[in-house]
C-alpha cells in the first residue's frame, strides 16, 4: 500500500476527522460491529499514513543518497583486524556494496615511538546526514576498543568522513571535507586508488593535482601497499539476497541482525515496532486496540520491506532483516477475533503478492522462561505488562508454524544457553553455517559443529 501524496492525505484527513467527530457521538463498544471495524480499520490507515508523511518531511532536512569517502587507520594491536572490523560496521549503514582501497602502511604523524600506520579508504553511498554519519564512525570506534589519548597518540582504529557528496561544513565539531585531507600523503593515496579525479569541494583540484602537489611539497613519503589484503568482510553467496532473523519476543533477533550484519557486510533492516502508536495500548486493553495494532503493523512491514528493497535492487544489493513479512499472520491469528482476521486476510493477500519473500531464515527459539527474563532485563515501557501466557502462547505459535515452514530454508538455534554477544566464537560458528547456504531444515548448536 504505496503512501498519500500530501494532497490526498489531506482530503482523506478530512473524511476521517469528520467520521470521528459521528463516532465520538457514542461509545465504540455501543456501535454496530460493521461501524466498529470501518472505525478501527480507519484509525489506524489514518495514523499509518501520518507517520509516513512525517518520515516525508523529516526526510527533506536529511541527505539525499551521497557517495561517502571515509578514511580508515590503526597502529596498536591486531591492525588489520581492526580495519576489517571497522569496514563490516560500514557496511551495515552503506546503501550500497562498500568500494575499498588497498591497505598501506605508512608512517606515524605523532611524536615519540609509534608502530606504523595501516591505513585505507572506502567509498559508499550513504542516506545518512553528515552528523548521522560522524557519530557512527565515533560510536563504531568506542565500540572496538579505541582509547581515549591525547591528539596524535598511537590509536587502536581511527573513522574520519574525508569527503560527503559535495557538501561544504564548517562547525565546530564537523568539517567537510576533512581539513587535514589536502595535506596528508597517507590519505590522498588511497583516496586516488578510488577516483584519482574526484573534484574536492572548495579547492577546484581533483585528488590526483592534490597528491601531485603535496608530493612536490614534501616530497614523496615512504608509503608502500601492505601485504594483507582485508578489502571486505567475508561476503554471503549473491543468491543470499534477503536474510531473516525471526523468533518471539524477547528471542535476540535485532541483536543477532546487527551482528551478522556487521560481520558479513550486508545492510541491517529493523523492524518499526516502536512507532506504532496502538502497541501500547494494546498491551493494556488488547479486545480494543488488536485490530489497529494488527493493520498498523502490515502496513507499516509490507512498506518498509518494499521500500528497502527497491533500494537495494539499484545496486543488486543484500539485506539482513530482525523480521519476516509472513510473521504478521502469525500474530494476527493468536489476537484478532474471527471477524477482524477475516478483514486482515483479504488485506494482507493484496499485499504479500508484492512483497519479497526471504532467501534463508533463522529461527531463534528460547523456551518461555528465558525469553520473560530477556523482556524484564531490557525493560521497555510498552512491555512491561506483557503476560507470561501471552509469551507462553506465542512461543507455541511461532513453535507450531516453523514446523511446517518451507518457503525457504531454515535453520533453527536453540538460544537458551547462547549469548552471541558474550561469546564471538559461537557468533563464527554461526557464520560458517550460514555461509554454506544449506538447504532444507537444519539445526545449529556450538556442540555440533
Not at 242 to 256: D, F, P
Request: proline content about 5%; some cysteine.
Amino acid at each position: 500500500m504505496p503512501g498519500l501524496s500530501l494532497d490526498s492525505f489531506a482530503v482523506f484527513s478530512v473524511v476521517w476527522l469528520g467520521f470521528y467527530r459521528v463516532v465520538r457521538q457514542r461509545e465504540w463498544q455501543e456501535a454496530s460491529p460493521a461501524l466498529s471495524y470501518i472505525w478501527r480499520l480507519s484509525h489506524a490507515v489514518f495514523l499509518f499514513q501520518y507517520s509516513i508523511i512525517q518520515n516525508e518531511v523529516g526526510a527533506s532536512v536529511k541527505s539525499s543518497e551521497n557517495r561517502v569517502f571515509v578514511a580508515l587507520g590503526s597502529n596498536i594491536g591486531d591492525r588489520e583486524d581492526f580495519l576489517r572490523q571497522a569496514l563490516r560496521a560500514l557496511q551495515s549503514v552503506a546503501e550500497s556494496p562498500l568500494q575499498a582501497s588497498r591497505i598501506y602502511e605508512t608512517p606515524p604523524m605523532g611524536p615519540g615511538p609509534q608502530a606504523p600506520y595501516l591505513n585505507q579508504c572506502v567509498a559508499f553511498i550513504s542516506r545518512l546526514t553528515p552528523r548521522e554519519l560522524m557519530t557512527y564512525c565515533r560510536d563504531t570506534e568506542k565500540r572496538l576498543g579505541r582509547q581515549v589519548r591525547e591528539r596524535w597518540a598511537p590509536r587502536e582504529i581511527d573513522l574520519d568522513i574525508l569527503l560527503f557528496g559535495d557538501l561544504e561544513i564548517a562547525e565546530a565539531d564537523l568539517q567537510i571535507p576533512h581539513p587535514g585531507l589536502t595535506q596528508r600523503q597517507f590519505v590522498l593515496v588511497p583516496l586516488a586508488e578510488l577516483d584519482d579525479q574526484l573534484a574536492i569541494p572548495g579547492t577546484k583540484r581533483t585528488v590526483a593535482e592534490c597528491l601531485e602537489g603535496i608530493m612536490a611539497e614534501q616530497g614523496r613519503q615512504d608509503i608502500r601497499p601492505f601485504g594483507g589484503e582485508a578489502k571486505a568482510p567475508a561476503k554471503a553467496p549473491d543468491s543470499l539476497r534477503y536474510l531473516c532473523v525471526e523468533g518471539v519476543i524477547g528471542a535476540g533477533k535485532s541483536t543477532l541482525v546487527k551482528l551478522l550484519g556487521q560481520r558479513l557486510g550486508i545492510p541491517a533492516l529493523y523492524e518499526d515496532f516502536e512507532n506504532n502508536p496502538f502497541l501500547s495500548g494494546f498491551y493494556q486493553d488488547k479486545q480494543r486496540y488488536a485490530f489497529q495494532t494488527q493493520i498498523f503493523f502490515l502496513l507499516s512491514r509490507h512498506r518498509q520491506i518494499r521500500e528497502n528493497f527497491e533500494q537495494q535492487n539499484l545496486f543488486a544489493g543484500q539485506i539482513i532483516s530482525d523480521y519476516m513479512f509472513a510473521k504478521d499472520k502469525i500474530f494476527a491469528a493468536l489476537n484478532l477475533d474471527e471477524n477482524e482476521l477475516a478483514l486482515y486476510e483479504k488485506m494482507w493477500s493484496l499485499l504479500e503478492k508484492d512483497t519479497a519473500r526471504p532467501d534463508f531464515v533463522i529461527y531463534l527459539q528460547a523456551d518461555t522462561k528465558t525469553l520473560m527474563q530477556r523482556i524484564k532485563q531490557r525493560d521497555r515501557a510498552y512491555e512491561r505488562n506483557m503476560s507470561e501466557a501471552y509469551i507462553e502462547t506465542l512461543n507455541q505459535t511461532y513453535n507450531a508454524y516453523f514446523h511446517h515452514y518451507k518457503s525457504s530454508p531454515l535453520l533453527i538455534v536453540n538460544t537458551n544457553r547462547i549469548d552471541f554477544v558474550k561469546s564471538p566464537a559461537d557468533l563464527e560458528l554461526l557464520e560458517r553455517e550460514i555461509l554454506k547456504f544449506p538447504e532444507g531444515v537444519t539445526y545449529f548448536s556450538p556442540d555440533m559443529t
